[in-house]
């Protein structure tokens, strides 16, 4: 039955990784058999990444072993922490985070590093031959010639599958693949993986959602808190068992709980939003956020959603339609008079945006109101009574840190994100615009902030809740919205749309995406 | 080979890294030394007796550390809100300048008027000049380290313009070298017969004033959060234009300062040796403080005892004077690796 | 008007502005090599330098022509190797390191300039390239001259451009090299070393750079004089930018910058002493820093220029 037995193509013999005092990876075994998709399922922070970066030479493991079949199908030991020795052994990945030079072609980005560098000129027309059969037999579809920064997210990850397979890999490590995807182009990269499999490519597939998990493989590994906690068929097992050995402890995730919807806060009638690089990243958007209420937006990464985050957030200018704040048309775009005035932002990337990694615990809870009376007097900071406050935030918050004076970078994911959270709440704000705010949080502080963002709703705020997480959207959004190619729908009621609806217009096709 | 990031780097590393930095690059030096043909033991011998060994030797080091503070601020105000400022040693040429506009003449009898004065107008022409580079950065994104750098050639032409034209002295002969300044505004020797002069405690001051600026007061709050992560203090709400403009006037205003010391305390006059690249020794001064404001008055004293040794020993051994200028590069490069151990745990795997 | 169009019109202002392009041409495209593998190279100034001094005192001391080149290319080769041993092994600031090398550099040129010659009041001289004329193609009329009778080193330089665009866009080096500038991640990902490809562009374009430097002693001036550099290797940063990392666009930067420097010469002389000579001798400068401003807003700098990569950091 199982295809291990028969041929086995890969095989982790107690794999163990330590970062400082954290054990990423505690001896792990793992084993894959040739055509099978075999699931590694674990929560944000179990090790599912540490693992496969070992296998693939990016980290090197503090012990263990990683076996690889050669050609004839006998399993050989890789060597360790070197990219190129996995590559030459047949394995291939596709990080979550893209590993492409975006300046660069389609078809430079996928021969890089395929041909002896001190050739005199490169073998262009012979790979173009090359990759049309690939595309073909595969059905990935990408335009070779194209700069990769102008594909859709979408087309970058069938480039980078290709690139993969151009390599001839024999096994493919696909690391949360879907998580940029609409739901109708996971689908699609289902099919592709099928068709692949059954030409004898063996595929390790990480990811978090059972759904996803069940419908794709053959076999589940379970990863919690860098253990191997359990292997089952895929067609043998039930969600909750799966659902129970990934997270290890029953965790209560709180739903939509509707209030009765109080005044208006904020209101946008026909606002653009210019890009960077020209055009309009937000365009004549229309949306109103009302007090005691979840507005959610959903969308791929990378549609406007930036845009729209920046504009509430006090951060961009729009150039036209008009935005008013608690009932005042907004002519003064400056993010530290939209806190003042009562605005809580939870930044997408709480590294680049929301902290200040070489600054203290206690620096960074008052990185957004150091101006006040209460943090400073004629210029000189009242570093006493900032640190008090900072304690009691980290208390109030279960922030887990060694103290305010410790640099913020020592935290942990969770932690940090608690410490922004905790930061916006404090001010009691009647607008919170939380971008991702749970993205690449475990389980456990999934629900710590979603809790804390009802409670607030609770309270009276007005929330703007932009996530690509559609689950999460329909479980606490009061109202949807889609944003795709920076058109904004109309916002409705969550109970009146489906996951397929939202999926469509995330993709621009349904109806709605390009209200006027 | 890997590298850990260290929890956080102990008090005692944060003096081991630059003190052995330190000893490194003077060991280094033996090479140059043993290709000059000088004794090594002896060497080193003359150089320690030269910078440190006699009380006149300590008030040479004092009076070239005194620019090496001032320059030394300024490259550590800067960089700690990442304005990369080259630009020093023309900002020092800018000071001096005006120091010698102001207090050619004297317009008043009270050195309690004229040396005050003369400081504000060599520090805002120090600022004046930093500002063109950082408003072209913030307003127009032009790159500061090489317009920085551009200026101080068109910085130090511009004083050869005026030492050769407007500012020259009519009693040089033609000398390349501008008007004196009035006995008014000379600064005070703090050491009798000594060249040991009031800049020092001016930098002394300076330091202090730094130290508090960056580490108690909102504005320092500002330039360590821009620096450390320009996108987080947009987000917080900051104006990062307006904190580099800031940034720009205490940088510039403090190499300016050190133009004006070197002017009214040492020389009285401007030429277009004045200044032995003491902007750039500056950088050098803040990175092994590691951009600590009162750290920057040891290394100046260390990297002053070094010119001033290497000096000495050079004029008693006939070895150039550029081994001093050798040591200094060879201190930064060291303490850029200090830096990384200090902050790192390396593995080797 | 008559003085521009007289300046225009000579020879002697196109054979000078080729030259004076010369150097530039070497530094510009050292830095953008080393700019487009993701290492901005302050040492340049440094390396132009001690290029200058050991590629002279090579000859000096008895060696051919091409023998000092390949000193001086060796040893501006050296000095490349630590800034990369720096800012790629160790991956620390790339600004602070230039500025070391740069330091370091020019204090070693001076120290065995010193060293070796401790007594010489005026600078000694040396035999230097001579002007090779290409038959007919020199006989051109204004072009002739100025591109096709210079010394070996201009041919080299327009040499170096048409190889450096070659390999950056037509290899797989060169497409090594432009990846680990644009996203080093990519590039490990495909089983290419960051570091080494980093470390050999960083030490290839500081070999140029030491060309640009020996170009000046071996060519140009025939002898070594403290300060000589002058600012050559900042304005050749200031042309990368400009050029928006093209070497195409390096020469075409480079010879403008050529043209303007010779013609400002040239005016400086019809004019006279009307306007003090130092404001001519600003202009390069000031040219730059414009040259820069206006560029600024399109610059498409390589995306991972100055961003250090450390294998497997998290």
């Known amino acids: ?516 | 080979m890997r590298l850990e990031p260290r929890e956080s780097p102990g008090l005692g590393l944060r003096f081991a890294a630059p003190a052995s930095a330190i000893v490194v690059a003077l060991l280094l030096a033996a090479i140059p030394l043993a290709f000059a043909g000088a004794p090594l033991a002896t060497a080193y011998a003359a150089m320690f007796d030269g910078a440190l060994g006699s009380v006149f030797a300590l008030t040479e080091t004092l009076t070239r550390a005194t620019p090496l503070i001032l320059t030394g601020l300024a490259v550590t105000a800067a960089f700690r809100a990442k304005l990369w400022n080259i630009g020093a040693e023309g900002q020092l040429y800018a000071g001096a300048l005006a120091a010698v506009v102001i207090a050619s003449h004297a317009w008043s009898s009270s050195p309690f008027v004229m040396i005050p004065s003369m400081m504000v107008a060599g520090a805002a022409a120090g600022a004046v000049l930093l500002l063109i580079p950082t408003l072209l950065k913030t307003r127009l994104g032009v790159d500061e380290v090489v317009t920085t750098l551009l200026l101080n050639f068109v910085m130090l032409l511009f004083v050869s313009m005026m030492v050769e034209g407007p500012l020259q002295d009519p009693m040089s002969m033609g000398w390349p070298q501008s008007e004196p300044i009035v006995d008014e505004a000379v600064l005070p020797e703090l050491v009798p017969r000594t060249r040991l002069h009031a800049g020092l405690i001016i930098a002394l001051v300076a330091a202090v004033l730094l130290s508090l600026l960056i580490n108690r007061t909102r504005w320092g709050l500002e330039m360590r959060a821009v620096g450390a992560n320009a996108d987080a203090a947009r987000f917080a709400g900051m104006k990062i234009g307006r904190v580099m403009v800031f940034t720009a006037i205490i940088s510039g205003g403090l190499a300016g300062l050190a133009g004006v010391s070197e002017v009214a305390g040492v020389r009285g006059y401007v030429t277009l040796d004045l200044s032995p690249g003491y902007g750039y020794a500056g950088i050098v001064v803040a990175m092994l403080a590691q951009l600590s404001a009162l750290g920057v008055v040891v290394s100046a004293i260390f990297i002053a005892a070094v010119f001033v040794g290497a000096d000495s020993m050079g004029r008693a051994m006939g070895v150039s004077s550029y081994l001093a200028d050798l040591i200094v590069a060879l201190s930064l490069l060291t303490m850029l690796v200090a830096g990384l151990v200090a902050r790192y745990r390396i593995r080797w795997a | 008007m008559g003085e521009v169009i007289d300046i225009l019109l000579a020879v002697s202002f196109w054979v000078a502005a080729v030259r004076i392009a010369t150097p530039l041409i070497f530094g510009t495209l050292g830095e953008l090599i080393c700019e487009r593998a993701g290492v901005l190279n302050l040492g340049i100034e440094g390396i132009f330098t001690v290029g200058a001094m050991s590629g002279w005192m090579a000859v000096y001391q008895g060696m051919g022509l091409w023998g000092g080149v390949l000193v001086a290319v060796g040893v501006g080769m050296g000095f490349g190797l630590i800034h990369a041993g720096f800012t790629v092994g160790l991956g620390v600031s790339q600004h602070v390191t230039g500025i070391g090398i740069t330091l370091l550099a020019s204090s070693a040129a001076y120290f065995t300039y010193r060293t070796v010659l401790p007594d010489v009041t005026s600078p000694p001289r040396i035999e230097p390239f001579e002007p090779i004329a290409i038959p007919l193609l020199s006989d051109i009329p204004l072009i002739g001259p100025a591109l096709f009778h210079q010394t070996a080193l201009t041919y080299l330089a327009f040499v170096s451009v048409i190889v450096t665009a070659w390999v950056l866009y037509r290899t797989p080096l060169g497409l090594a090299v432009r990846a680990v500038g644009e996203n080093p991640a990519a590039a490990e990902a495909q089983g290419i070393s960051v570091v080494a490809v980093r470390t050999g562009a960083v030490a290839v374009g500081s070999g140029f750079m030491a060309l640009g430097g020996a170009f000046l002693t071996m060519s140009a001036f025939n002898a070594f004089f403290f300060e000589m550099v002058g600012g050559r290797g900042w304005i050749c940063i200031a042309l990368v930018v400009f050029a928006s990392w093209q070497p195409a666009k390096a020469l075409l930067g480079a010879f403008l910058f050529g043209a303007f420097d010779a013609f400002q010469v040239r005016l400086q002389q019809s004019i006279g002493a009307a306007i003090p000579y130092q404001v001519f001798l600003m202009l390069p400068y000031l040219l730059s820093i414009l040259a820069l401003i206006l560029v600024s807003r399109r610059a498409a700098y390589p995306r991972a220029l100055m961003v250090p990569y450390r294998k497997g950091e998290r």
């Open chain 1, 1 to 516: 039955m199982s295809k291990v037995a028969a041929a086995p193509v890969l095989r982790l013999t107690g794999i163990t990784k330590r970062f400082g005092p954290l054990v990423a990876n505690d001896r792990v075994d793992l084993s894959l058999g040739r055509g099978e998709v075999l699931a590694l399922l674990g929560e944000n922070g179990a090790g599912k990444s540490t693992l496969m970066s070992i296998l693939f030479g990016h980290y090197t493991a503090d012990e263990g072993t990683v076996e690889v079949a050669d050609g004839a199908g006998s399993l050989k030991e890789l060597r360790h922490g070197s990219p190129a020795a996995a590559l030459e052994a047949g394995v291939g990945m596709v990080h979550q985070h893209f590993t492409l030079a975006d300046n660069l072609s389609v078809l430079d980005n996928i021969t890089l590093g395929t041909e002896g560098l001190w050739r005199a000129f490169q073998g262009r027309a012979a790979a173009r031959r090359r990759l049309k059969t690939l595309m073909d037999d595969s059905g990935l579809a990408v335009p070779l010639e194209r700069p990769v920064g102008t594909l859709s997210v979408g087309e970058q990850q069938r480039t980078e599958i290709l690139k993969a397979l151009y390599r001839g890999v024999r096994i493919l490590v696909l690391d949360e693949p879907t998580a940029v995807l609409t739901p109708q182009e996971v689908n699609q990269l289902f099919d592709t993986l099928r068709r692949l499999t059954q030409q004898g490519l063996s595929i390790i597939f990480i990811s978090h959602k059972l759904d996803e998990v069940t419908a794709i493989s053959d076999r589940v590994a379970i990863l919690r808190a860098g253990k191997l906690v359990g292997e089952r068929e895929t067609k043998a097992v039930d969600r909750g068992e799966l659902a129970e050995l990934m997270v290890g402890r029953p965790v209560e995730l709180h739903g939509r709980d509707p209030q009765p919807r109080g005044v208006e806060v904020a209101r946008l009638a026909k606002v653009s939003v210019p890009g960077p690089r020209g055009g309009m990243d937000l365009k004549s958007a229309d949306l109103a956020l009302f007090e005691r209420e979840i507005v959610g937006i959903a969308g791929v990464s990378g549609n406007g959603q930036g845009a729209l985050a920046a504009l509430l957030s006090g951060l961009a200018q729009p150039s036209g339609g008009s935005f008013s704040l608690f009932g005042n048309t907004v002519t003064r775009f400056d993010a530290g008079a939209f806190v003042a005035g009562g605005v809580g932002r939870i930044p997408e990337d709480r590294h680049r945006d929301g902290t200040v990694g070489d600054m203290t615990v206690w620096e960074n809870a008052i990185l957004e109101t150091y101006r006040d009376g209460a943090n400073q007097r004629a210029g000189w900071m009242r570093i006493g009574a900032a640190r008090d406050h900072a304690k009691g935030l980290i208390d109030a918050f279960d922030v887990r840190c060694p103290g305010p004076d410790a640099p913020i970078r020592l935290l942990s994911g969770g932690n940090m994100q608690k410490l922004i959270i905790g930061r916006v709440l404090e001010n009691r704000p009647r607008l919170i615009v939380a971008n991702q705010p749970t993205r690449g949080l475990d389980i456990g502080a999934v629900a710590f902030v979603q809790d804390r963002l009802l409670e607030a709703k609770r309270a009276g705020a007005a929330i703007l809740l932009i996530s690509e997480d559609l689950d999460e959207l329909f479980q606490i959004a009061d109202r949807l919205a889609v944003i795709h190619s920076g058109h904004l729908s109309e916002a409705r009621p969550a109970e009146d749309l489906t996951k397929r609806q939202v999926g469509l217009m995330m993709a621009g096709e349904g109806q709605g995406a390009h209200a006027a």
